[in-house]
């Protein structure tokens, strides 16, 4: 017997990973922008196993890094996420000593965010281990396609104006 045969047939209106047909769901852009991040978030896990860092830690040493004195409503506005949620993320960065928080020198209320040295070499191991998983990616697409889908992506999130959800309001 051929073993071509016996492999499972995917059509767009069948889930490729078993043989449930997807009906309504083929048409729904949210559940295909959540199989996506699924299958990201799960090769993101594998890949930085080892550093214990989530990709919004990820996200906001990298945006500490770059935006030097940024606060943290200037980090949750950014990713669109609650200032609850963005503090929880800032405690368990400045626990790990990636960075630190200091008083404005301009206006005493507001706590700028600085990355440390111990969160540069955390930073710089996570970007090597990032090229590796974005390629996995990356590579699926041409250049013109991935500006493309980066595009139509930040069509939808950049047309939106909703209230960001609590962390555990989101699945």
Not at 61 to 87: F, V, W, Y
Not at 109 to 133: D, N, P, S, V, Y
Not at 135 to 157: G, M, N, P
């Amino acid at each position: 017997m051929d073993a071509s045969q016996d492999a499972p047939t995917s059509s767009p209106s069948t889930s490729a990973a078993t043989s449930v047909t997807l009906g309504e769901l083929e048409n729904i852009l949210g559940f295909h922008l959540r199989l996506a991040n699924v299958a990201v978030f799960q090769d993101y896990q594998v890949t930085m196993a080892g550093l214990s860092l989530t990709p919004k830690q990820f996200a906001v040493l990298e945006l500490i890094e770059t935006n030097p004195g940024a606060s943290q409503i200037d980090l949750a506005h950014c990713l669109r996420m609650d200032k609850a949620s963005m503090m929880a993320l800032v405690n368990k960065l400045e626990a790990r000593h990636a960075i630190e928080r200091r008083q404005s020198e301009s206006d005493r209320r507001r706590q700028e965010l600085f990355i440390t040295t111990e969160g540069l070499a955390l930073a710089k191991t996570a970007k090597k281990l990032r090229e590796t998983h974005e390629a996995r990616f990356k590579d699926r697409f041409s250049a013109d396609e991935l500006a493309e889908l980066v595009s139509y992506l930040q069509r939808i999130y950049t047309s939106t104006s909703t209230t960001p959800l609590l962390e555990d309001e989101v699945d």
